[in-house]
């Protein structure tokens, strides 16, 4: 059985890079900052530096607080509503910052960005392929 899916924006990624990146800004207010991301679908949630909120002039602490584990480490991080942009897209979202400075990579995972775009992933190929739900 085939099935067929209509995806409106192409990215090519390079698999020398460590993940799936991403150019992206993300804004709050009238702040906006321009980040490289990694497009993660093993990401629960978008997961962002605390610099990248505090450049924003975001009061970090003062977000919705979520505790988040990864391979055997758990961090503290704060949620607040931002807005996204990358590849065309325009996604308001709230997203997480580290409780604490030195966070490696700037996350958009499943909630917050993934559930609202249709995703394909062609590996072999190194392309990624999105569309807007409607």
């Known amino acids: 059985m085939e099935y067929a899916l209509d995806f409106n924006i192409r990215h090519q990624y390079r698999t020398t890079d460590i993940g799936i990146t991403i150019p992206a800004r993300v804004a709050a207010g009238a702040r906006i900052v321009e980040i490289d991301s990694k497009f993660d679908p ?16 975001l009061n970090i602490e003062s977000g919705f607080p979520l505790r988040l584990s990864s391979l055997g480490w758990s961090f503290d991080t704060f949620g ?27 996350l958009l995972g499943r909630t917050g960005c993934m559930d609202r775009l249709l995703v394909g992933l062609d590996v072999y190929e190194e392309t990624l392929y999105l569309a807007t739900k409607t």
């Open 80 to 106: 607040h509503t931002v807005i996204l942009q990358f590849l065309g897209i325009k996604i308001e979202s709230m997203v997480f910052f580290a409780a604490l400075p030195g966070l490696q990579r700037n």
């Open 42 to 57: 093993g990401a629960e949630y978008c997961l962002f530096q605390r610099e990248i909120g505090e450049r924003l002039d």
